[in-house]
Each structure stands twice: as C-alpha cells, then as structure tokens.
C-alpha cells in the first residue's frame, strides 16, 4: 500500500502542505512586523519640477535653483514631528548655505493662518511656499509628513527620508548631495 | 388525480414576477446615464489606492491627500489625457501599490492565475472523483443506508407521494407504471 | 469589582482545564462521578465567566474608571447603552465576550446531550473546555479587562468615534457570537474522530447548531455591511477589506458545509469531506480572530497589535495541526456507504456547489494574504483591492446562484434529460425574457445583464416550488394560507432553504443595482444652492451646530424634491468627539427607498458657510436588508422541528400527514 498515490493520499498531502505554508506565512507576518519601518531610501530620479509662491510672495521653482544641491522639505503646522526637526533644519541651512545648497519648505495639507503661525513660532530663513492643491506634494509622492528629498546639482533626487531628520542625518545627507 | 377546484396559479404568478423584473430594469436603466468625465474620475480614482489609508481607495478615503488626488485626477481629464496615462502618473510616484489591484503582468500575474487555477483544481478533482465514483458502483451500496436512512426513506416516500399528486416528475412517478 | 471579575476569570480557567480533563477520564475509565463532575464544570464555567461579564458591564455602568479597560472606552457622557455595549469593544472585552457566548453554548449543547450522546458528550466537553482553557489563559494572563490603573482619572476616553454609533449594539456580538458558534459543530466532529464513531451521529447532533451558527455569522456579516454603509460615508457596505474577508471565509466554507452535509445525511457519503469543511470553518473563525486581534494584515479594522498575535497563532496552528492529524489517522475508517449515480444529480450539483464555494473562499484568502506573502517573500508591497475580488468572485458567485436555482430541483441519485428540462424550462424562459428585454430597455453592462437573468432564473425555480407545493394542497381543500403553512410546516427544513435562497437572490439583486449604476457627484454647494443627480433635486439648507454632552456636530440639512415634489430633508453630519477631534465621525444622510437611496456625506466646509458634499443615488440598496431579513426568518423555519419530527413516532406521523394530503 506504501508509494501508491491514491487521491485521497493526495488531497491529504495538499491538506497538510497547504496549511504549513499558511501558518509559516502567518508566523512570518508577525516576525516581520516587529521591525521598524525604513526612514531613508535612496533612489535616483530626475526631480519633478515646481513652479510656487512663497508665504512672502515671491516665486520659486526648482527650474531656477538648477545646478545646485536642493533640500526639500514637506511640512504641515499640525505635524508634531515637523516641529522637531524645524531647529534642525534651520541649523544646517545655516551651515550650509555658504556652498550653494538651497533648502525650500514645502507647506502641504494646511490652512494658511496655521501655517503662518508655525513660520512666526520656528523663523526659518529659508523660503518657504504653501502647496495648496497638494499637487508639487503628489507629484514626489509624498505620503506622511514630513518627508525630505535632496537633490544633487544634476537634479537628481538621490535620497528620500520619511520622518523627523536629526541634525547629524541632515547634515550627513546634505553632504551627499553638495558634494 | 388531477380533478378537484381549477388551479389560478400560473397566470398570475407569471404576471407578478414579469412585472417585479420590469420595473427594477426600468430602475437600472434609469442609472445608466451619468456625466462621462464623472464616471472616468470616478472609475480612476477606484483603480487607485490611498495611499494614507489602510485599504481604502481614493474614491472612498475621505483624507485630504485623497482629495487632492480626485481633484488632480479630474483636472487631468479635462486637460485631455487618457486615464493609462493618469494611472501610470500615479503608479510612478507611489509604485505599483497604489493600484488596487496587481497588474496582470510580470510578476503578479501569477497572483491571478493562483486562484483560477484553484478553481479549476478543484472541478478537475471533483469531476475524477465522480468518474471514479460511477465506475466502482458500490461495495454495498443498496438504498440510503446513510445516517437517518429511516427517516430520510420515510420523507423520500411522503415526497414522492406529494410530487406525483402536484403532477409534477419525479422519477418514480415515471417509472411507476401507476400514475 | 476587578478583583471579582479576575477571580472568576482564574476560577473559570481552573474548572474548565479540571472538566477537560475530567470528562474524558470518567468516560475512559467508566467513572460515572468524574462525568458527572466534568458535567458540573461546565455550568460553573458558564456561572463563572457570566460573572465576570457582570462584574465588567457591572464596572461600565458605574463608570468605574479605576479600571484601566473602563476609562480607555468609555466616558460620562456616553449613553448607558452604548456604555455597556462599550464592554467588547476592545480586545480583552471582545475575547472575554467570544468567552462568554462559547461558555453559554457549551452549557446548552452538553445539558440537552447529555443523556442522549453519553458516547460523544465527554469529548465534545473536553474540546470546548479546552477552547474555553485558552480563551481564559489569555484573559487571565495576557491581556486582561480587569487590570486597575494606579490613580483614578474623573473621567474616562470615551469610545472611539468609529464605534460611536448603534450598529455597535448588534455587529460586533452578533460577529463574536457567530465565530463563537462554530466551536459546537467542531467540538462534535472532534469529538467523532477521537472516539471514531464516524458514522452520521455526530452530523445529526448538529444539524440544528451548524444552521444556527450560520445564521448568527450570516447576520453579524450582514449588520456589519449595514453599519459600514450608514457610518463610513463612502457610499458602500462591502470593501473586502481583510478584515470583512476574514469574516466572510467562515461563512463560506459554513454554508458549503450545510449542504454537503445534507449528502451524508440522504446517502452516507463525503464523510471525511464534512469533517474537513467544519476543522476548516472553525479555524477560519479563529483565523478571524487572530487578523482582527494582530495587525499582522493592515485592515481598516486592526485595531491595534498586540501580544495576544502570538498566543493567537500558537492555538491556531494546534487546532488546525491536531484536527488534520486526527483526520489523517482516522482516514482508513470513513469510507462512503454509497456511490454517486450520475452527474446529473443533485448529489453532483451540491458538489459542484461545494467546489464553487471554496473556491471563492480561497480567492478570497488568497486576495487577503497575498500582500503579507509577496513582501514576506520578495519585500514587495503590494495592494489587493475590491477589483481584484469583483473580478474573481463576481463570476462565481453568477456559477453558485444558478446552481442555487438547479440543484434543489434536481432529484437526488439520478435525473432524466426530459425530466430537468420539463423542470427547467419555464425558469430558463423567464430568465430569457428577462435578459431579452432587459437589452431592448437599454441595460448595456453585461455582466449586469447576466447577474439579473440569472436571479430571474432562479427566483423562477422558486416560486414554481412553492406554487407546485400549494397547488397540491389547495387542490385537497385548503385556502391558499393554509396551504403554504402547511407546506412549510411539513418540510421546514426544505422550504426555510428556499426562503435563503430568496433572500439570497435579492441580496444580489441589491449587488448588482448597487454596484453597476451607483452615481456619484462630488460638489460644493452654497446656501440655496440646487444640486440634481439621477432623479433628485437637492438643495443645501445651510450648515448648523450642535452640541451635545462629548460631541459637537456640524450639520448639513438638505430638501431633497423628486419631479418638483417635495420628499423630506435629509442631514448630513460630521461628528467631533471629545477626546478624539482629529477623527469626525461621519453621519450620512440618508433616504431610503425601495428603488435607490440617496445618499449624502458632508465632506467639508468653508467660512463663507459654502459645504462640500459627496452625493450618491444607490440603486437597490434596500433590497440588501429586505433579502437579509428573509435569511434569517428562512433559517428560523429551517431550524424548526418539522412536523413528521415531533414526537410521535415517525411513520405514524408520516401516514397522516400523507393522508391529510392525499
């Protein structure tokens, strides 16, 4: 009787196989979401262009700021994270200014009074525009806030960070780009 | 058998239930007509996950980003591209998981064909099974000697008895020479 | 109270591990007291855990917030229903509720067999106490609703906003319950492998708690697309999300057991077959569970993940493992007493009905999972969405509703050619008529098209069942009531079936209006502004504000006038919850009628008073609930002793009914 392959032999088999593979996916599944999401991911893509203007109502678009590294950041008022990393940013703008790079905050999926009571509250000297149809923000595929892409000097985006950046990360991705 | 009062039945069952069918056509119908922009947004954004959301699509999320992105969608349209062009706008910004279903191509064709060949797994087994069924008749197999065969031989007989007064088949009733 | 409820949930946990225990030794050592003993287990576990209960709903409705579970759910301001329906709305007071419902069903089943069954009782007792064991372990030592915070805050969270509402009355017991329920089948078939009484015993003890099961799963399923409808303002009741899914997979495999289980009970056949169905649909309700209560599939509805994920998987993989083990081993002895006679017999058809049912159940799974094994496999992400599920499942379902109008007039062993196409001729007419009108009135969608003809069919094969039935009686003398009662009351079990499958019709004649001619506008409106979709006229009143103790509500009122007739006002509204402003709660405003509901959400608004708004006409839609309601009152008539079943002796009860007809 052993080695014959009736159907019933086979359905068992399947039976068996199919449940083992169910529960190594499940078990899997739960191993997996203990890990913490990835915050940066490198990518290498021409960066969409924008054309906005600024909370002072002067116009900016990444055509004009061709041939230098850019720092873009994506930011709401109602952000928490957005309220950590706003000194940071700040900070390593003013660092870096001097080689040519260029940070430009991009407000999305805000009100304007908020928003301009979250410049009064954190003075970044850098510009600043509203997005309010969030189109320049779908067109980076931005999905949480804040979300930072850098941009080398050929208009590259080299690397994208999803959360609040520290200042050492800012600093070390910054010089990636102004390299 | 068949004497006793006239039966009014199928006159106006027929009736009621052509009437119930007619009127929920006219219904439909009604519905068919919708602004053709409308209905292509609309279909669009159903294609396309949200991507803030846990499994709701664009259509349904009631997020802002949702919002923005039927605005863009619709503001596309009336520009004149065609939706492959809008869907792939957005699968290249969000990635192939921003549709709502995998693509039927590459590597997630095989997710389609998993359960269409399940499907046909099954109706091949199924139809050996009762090949095999009918060429081995059975072992001891006389009338139901299933569970309640008492009773179910009991109610088979009442049945039976109700179906050839009703005149309806029933294949004792053809080959009893009785009726 | 916590410290009362914790020593009942510990007590509970000590006598149901005893009983499991107990039971099966009494019976194998012959010792009537342990039996015995093992029985009184059982009333004290359900005594025990109903305490429990008390002591939460007791701690809820005193607004004892020095109970952790107590404050995070509830608030003052809430209602004293909702307050108490508050108690399993998170995961410690759903499980102790799953708990509870399985304590209160084993007492019943155990109570009614225990004299009947002495030979499946003990181990039908050892496998519910044994589910009852792990449900407990986790409340006791996991994550438990008991556990005391160590100041008392003056007031508590409140419910998420989500929850706030009255489908949270119904859905959730009715879901928990309905998973609950299937452990009795299971129970019962563990209980025939373990002794290898393999013969219909077993099926016939649970005839009535399958059906029951199903029904209460049915309905949780069916009040949960009823509350997603009114609350989620998206215009739908279904999303296949995997979470809906997760509760639908038991259902599935339940129902296709229902009716390959009528196969063994008419001819002794596919017995390893409905042992597997009832393992699989106990584990899919577990399964349920476990998506709900891990996080591990991103859902709409994973609340939150938790410890309890792998404890969860653990039972899962021992439940599923041992029962496919004992299949497995008793495999030599389940042998068919009978054989199929042809492919054109109903025993073939409900067959086919079985392959089509599990097949749509695995899509299903396989749509639900698939995300988890492409990015635990390849790290893709990927999204399966309701496309992928109207693609794969829409024709199967078309498959499985013809079949539900072919199969019940198709004679079991063997039919004639002449025979079904006498049967099925006038349907198929109809279903003809149907399809052929309903392209010269102007239905282009095909697979609509097809979904109609196909209802038309089978709601043909119905009412000719019935009317055949009737006729008979009303040919002996009775009135047309009296006929139809009599014809049901005399095959309950038949003619509930076919009231589902009426009830099933409409439901996907509610489906297909729903989901082929569903219109949406999106606009923003100003005060006396007129909106027009599909035959409505709808004008925007002007936005209001309401508060109430924990909400503020905006609120949109809107006359809605058809052909210049005024037909009411409805209100859309969004709900600001205390505690929880950044999550609104949607109120849809809604007017329900018997050709389509018109639908509104308010989206949004500006200072200017002008309101954005998402307006749908649903065709049919009430149809859904008619149908849903004709399910249950067709699984009551079902479950219903029919009359040859009471308790004269059968033949004698046979002949006169047969007389009285004849």
Known sequence: MIGTLTPRRAATGVAWLGVAALLIVLVAGLVRQSRPPVASIRTDRIAPGFALTTFDGQPLSLASLAGRPVVVNFWASWCVPCREEAPALERVWQESRDRGVVFVGIDIQDTEPAARAFLREFRPSYPNAPDPRGEVAIDYGVVGIPETFFINREGRIIRKYVGPLSETSLRAFVQEIAR | ?179 | MADLGIIALLAALVLSAYGAVAAVVGHRRGIAGLRLSSQRAVWATAALVTLAVAALVYAFATRDFSIRYVAERSSRSMSLPLTIAAFYSGQAGSLLYWAWTLALFTAVVIWRGRHRLPNLVPYVTATLLGIQAFLLFILGFVTTPFEQLPFTPADGLGLNPLLNDGGMLLHPPLLLAGYASWSIPFAFAMAALLTGRLDGEWVRATRRYALIAWMILGLGNLVGAWWAYHVLGWGGYWGWDPVENASFLPWLTGTAYLHSVMIQERRGMLKIWNLALIILTFNLAIFGTFIVRSGVISSVHAFSQSAVGPYYLGFLAFTLLSALGLLTYRLPRLRAENQIDSFLSREAFFLLNNVVFLGIAFATLWGSIYPLISEVVSGVKVTVGPPYYNQVNGPLFVVLIALMGIAPLTPWRRASRARLVASFAGPATLALVVAVGGVVAGLQKPPALVGVAVCAFVVGTIVMEFARGVRTRWRAGCDLLGATVGLVRANPRRYGGYLIHLGVVLIALAVVGSRFYQTERDVTLAPGEELRIGPYQVTFLGLSEEVVPGQRIVVAPLAVREGGRYLGEVSAEKAYHRNYENQPSTRVGLLSGPRDDLYVVLTGWDETGRAGFVVFVNPLVMWLWIGGALLLAGALVAVAPAAWEQHVPAARRVAGVVRSVG
């Open chain 2, 1 to 179: 058998m068949r004497s006793g009062r006239p039966w009014p039945g199928r006159a106006w069952v027929t009736l009621i239930l052509l009437t119930a069918l007619l009127v929920l056509g006219l219904v439909l119908v009604d519905r068919a007509r919708a602004d053709d922009l409308e209905r292509e947004a609309r279909e669009i954004a159903r294609s396309l996950q949200c991507p803030v959301c846990q499994s709701v699509s664009v259509a349904d999320s009631s997020s802002e980003l949702a919002a923005q992105m039927r605005a863009l969608i619709r503001k596309k349209l009336e520009a004149g591209e065609p939706r492959e062009q809008i869907v792939a706008y957005f699968v290249e910004r969000y990635g192939d998981s921003v549709l709502t279903e995998p693509p039927k191509r590459g590597g997630t064709l095989a997710f389609w064909l998993v359960p269409i060949a399940g499907v046909l797994a099954g109706l091949v087994i199924l139809g050996a099974l009762l090949r095999g069924w009918r060429a081995n008749p059975a072992p001891g197999g006389v009338e139901p000697a299933g569970v309640n065969a008492r009773t179910a031989e009991v109610l088979r007989r009442y049945e039976e008895r109700v179906r050839r007064e009703a005149g309806g088949p029933s294949d004792i009733a053809e080959k009893s020479p009785g009726t």
